[in-house]
């Protein structure tokens, strides 16, 4: 059987802590890092993410088959784009005025397709992004699970949407594949489906109620 995919998950905030903990419950091997020693973080992982090693950053991508952005993205800029090559890059990432001040690149369009653009190494596939971290946690519910939530997926790469639909769906989401990092628009913050929990089916009615109103 094929070893199950190692993620790096950089940024041991709100969000990372919580998207590292459901990838070691659902099987996955994780290393979390910030952009600091990992000393630091060290008991605090034993803690509260036990299972997960800390690591430099450049190390636990350089290990890595997924790493996922969980960054504010106003620090996006300090990551060296190539230590990301050849990677298949989550990010989980929204641009937020309020924390992140104004950032005039990202005032308009999608913020993946941004990152994208900067990462061209990478494989860039935006997901984990439009639920809060304590629901994401919360609300996970296995495969067939009543009222089991779903979770957006949208890369322009259909092998690497598929391996991250596969890891929602493995830690605790219907995967909703939608076609393009472009359609992953709806995903971010203002878009139909950010902030709020929906099944499956509430989930595809409100992204295509949203399409609806576009047209
Ligand atoms: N909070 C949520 O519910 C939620 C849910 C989904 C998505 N998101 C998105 O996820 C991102 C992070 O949100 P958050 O609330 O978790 O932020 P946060 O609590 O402020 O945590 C940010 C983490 O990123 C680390 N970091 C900053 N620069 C880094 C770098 N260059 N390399 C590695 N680590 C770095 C920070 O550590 P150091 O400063 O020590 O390096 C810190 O551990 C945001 O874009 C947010 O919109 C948040």
């Known amino acids: 059987m094929r070893a ?12 990372g802590p919580v998207i590292a903990r459901l990838a070691i419950k659902a099987g996955y091997p994780v290393a979390i890092a910030t952009s600091g020693d990992p000393e630091d973080i060290a008991l605090i992982t034993e803690l509260i993410i036990p299972g997960a090693q800390p690591r430099w950053a450049s190390d636990a991508v ?6 996922v952005l969980a960054i504010p993205l106003h620090r996006f800029g300090d990551i060296d784009p190539t230590l990301l090559d050849g990677k298949l890059v989550v990010d989980a990432m929204n641009y937020w005025p309020a924390s992140d001040g104004v950032l005039s690149a990202f005032e308009h369009g999608g913020s993946s397709e941004i990152v994208a653009r900067r990462l061209t190494g990478s494989t860039v596939v935006k997901a984990l992004n439009h639920i809060g971290y304590h629901e994401l946690e919360d609300r996970a519910r296995p495969a067939g699970a009543p009222n089991r939530p779903a979770a957006g997926v949208a890369g322009d790469d259909p092998a690497a949407a598929a391996a991250i639909a596969s890891l929602l769906d493995r830690i605790g989401y219907d995967p909703v594949r939608l076609e393009s990092l472009r359609a992953g628009r709806v995903l971010q913050p203002g878009g139909p489906v950010f902030g709020v929990v929906l099944t499956l089916p509430e989930f595809e009615r409100a992204v295509s109620q949203n399409a609806r109103s576009l047209t």
């Open 4 to 15: 199950p995919s190692r993620l790096a998950v950089l940024g041991a905030g709100h969000v």
């Open 62 to 67: 350089a290990d890595a088959d997924i790493v």
